[in-house]
């Protein structure tokens, strides 16, 4: 029963599991500047488990000094 989400700055071309811990999309971004992305959530093939799922993905930019 494992959910995988992951995220792409490549359109696709490869993927980065998403951790509990801080990851880096993008760096050098300008205060105006736009970084596009893609999600995705790898579900499991069989399940026992037929109840509605929901997920919550907060992106936070930081500042670098």
Known sequence: EQYVHEFSTNGGGSWTALTTTYQTLATNVAVD??????????????????TQQSVDVTIQAVQSP
């Open 33 to 50: 500047g736009v970084v596009d992305f893609d999600l995705r959530i790898t579900v499991p093939t069989e399940t026992a488990d037929y």
